[in-house]
């Protein structure tokens, strides 16, 4: 792959590239099938991601007819490798065995590694003969949504399709690698004013925020709306925040330490609830929630924004359901689509009735909504929020500061990118949008 890269990172034509002969195999970050109950018995907490992934060599697929390879520039952490790194709540390797059954191209996926990683920047080197809008050369983000467009139940909103799949999560050959193998409808332009490791952030988080929150398949959040976000600095949370500002929204942001709630008010949030400090104690034990805790945050943010909020954006789960659900607006709804301290989540359901407030789920975003979430970032009217990099090799440790809550934001990894900063193709456009606005998590770090 380093043909690739030292083309890419000299300018090369889409013609140049295809004409450098594609490697054998390349470099990768994997868990292993003989190693899925590496932590048996061992608590959540203390699987170890540095344990689990792998970075070495992997065979280069065969290319199906609607897919295309990409050279990765770079990716990103995503709780889901997260979730694969500590083999929870299952070992992905029954995804990948599943998609194997089902056709002669998904038997590639079963394999006894599962190579990682659900956000990419990179260029596209080969497209299969059925690909007809991208070529090699093209500078590309990738979203991961799988879908097979032959299936019917895929043409309403792909979301809703029978077999719908997170490609690095239910499928193989993911981004945290020097190349990955795609679907050309996963493809979407890079932001030209941003840098490889500034791009690889975006897709996945804040494609899913814009679905929970702006898209008429989620909360549809209108101006002036209250909307109390939970991790308002992590990975969906700091895309939450600026959809809920740009869309003339009020966000009420829930983080856990002083550093984040000075991040959140540099972002532009003037209500900001530092969860720690309030101590909030929503479980008084296991098994009971303190419907006074409840109610002493709806206070709070009554105290803060002077009504409840229209819409909860959820997705710690069983901590913090409870409590959503109890100070959610009458009428309003609380938007779900994960479940990071749990997933056996419990509320008091005379609230939801009797004030008639929705849960609604979601999960990820169609590729029209990835593509408008993507447009938003290549304007500029969203930033990325990156905080760190790692190089390729490290990504173990990028996968423990996620798993641990120790990072703000987004965390980027660089594949074929031999350092950060490249890949900019529009200065001007850089400029008109601001340094400042753009590298704030990252300054901020430092
Ligand atoms: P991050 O770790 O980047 O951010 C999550 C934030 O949630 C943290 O910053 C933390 O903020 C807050 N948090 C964590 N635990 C708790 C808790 N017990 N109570 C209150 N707040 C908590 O993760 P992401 O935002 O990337 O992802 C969050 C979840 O969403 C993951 O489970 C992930 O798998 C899932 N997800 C689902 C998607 C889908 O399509 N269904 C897409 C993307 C993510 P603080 O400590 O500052 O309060």
Redo the contacts with the bound molecule.
């Keep these: 792959m380093h043909a690739f890269r030292d083309a890419i990172l000299a300018g090369a034509g889409g013609e140049e590239l295809a004409a450098i002969p594609l490697p054998e195999s390349y470099r990768a970050a994997f868990v292993l099938r003989d190693e899925a109950e590496m932590f048996a018995g061992v608590d959540s907490a203390d699987k170890d991601p540095r344990k689990s992934l792998h970075v070495g060599e992997v065979a280069l697929p065969e290319l199906a007819p609607d897919e295309a390879y990409v050279a990765v520039m770079a990716s990103a952490i995503?709780?889901?490798t997260v979730?694969t790194s500590i083999f929870e709540p299952l070992p992905t390797f029954a995804f990948l065995d599943r998609l194997g059954r089902e056709s002669s191209w998904g038997a590639r996926h079963a394999l006894p590694y599962h190579v990682v990683g659900s956000d990419a920047s990179g260029v596209v080197i080969r497209t299969g003969s059925a690909v007809r809008n991208w070529k090699p050369g093209d500078r590309v983000v990738v979203h991961c949504n799988y879908v097979d467009d032959q299936d019917p139940t895929a043409h309403d909103d792909s979301m809703l399709a029978d077999n719908q799949r997170i490609w690095g999560f239910e499928t193989n050959f993911g981004g945290l690698a020097d190349l990955t193998v795609v679907k050309a409808n996963q493809l979407m332009p890079k932001p030209a004013h941003l840098t490889w490791e500034e791009a690889a952030i975006n897709a996945?988080?804040n494609s899913?925020a814009y679905r929970m929150l702006v898209s008429r398949n989620g909360a549809q959040m209108k101006q002036g709306d209250r909307v109390l976000i939970?991790?308002a600095?992590?990975?969906?949370?700091s895309y939450a925040v600026q959809h809920v500002l740009n869309g003339g929204g009020i966000p009420i942001g829930?983080?856990?330490?002083p550093d984040?709630a000075a991040l959140l008010r540099d972002m532009g949030v003037d209500a900001v609830i530092d969860?720690k400090a309030a101590g909030y104690r929503f479980w008084k034990d296991e098994h009971t929630q303190d419907e006074a805790e409840w109610r002493r945050l709806g206070k709070d943010i009554r105290a803060l924004v002077g009504d409840d909020p229209d819409i909860v954006f959820e997705?710690?789960g069983r901590?913090?359901m409870g409590a959503s659900v109890f100070v959610c607006k009458r009428a309003g709804t609380v938007v779900t689509?994960?479940a990071?301290?749990g997933y056996m989540v419990e509320y008091d359901n005379r609230h939801l009735w009797m004030r008639l407030k929705t849960i609604k789920g979601s999960?990820?975003a169609n590729y029209r909504e990835a593509w408008d979430a993507n447009q938003l970032i290549c304007q500029g009217r969203v930033q990325p929020p990156l905080s760190a990099v790692y190089p390729l090799e490290e990504v173990g440790e990028a996968a423990y500061q996620?798993h641990h809550?120790l990072?703000e934001g987004k965390i980027g990894v660089l594949c074929l990118a031999p350092s950060e900063g490249l890949g900019i193709e529009d200065p001007e456009l850089r400029q008109q949008v601001g340094e400042e606005r753009i590298t704030l998590f990252r300054r901020h770090q430092a």
């Design positions: 995503n709780f889901n979730w996945l988080c899913t939970w991790g600095t992590g990975g969906l949370g829930v983080v856990s330490s984040k969860r997705h710690p901590q913090t689509c994960a990071t301290s999960h990820f996620v809550n990072h």
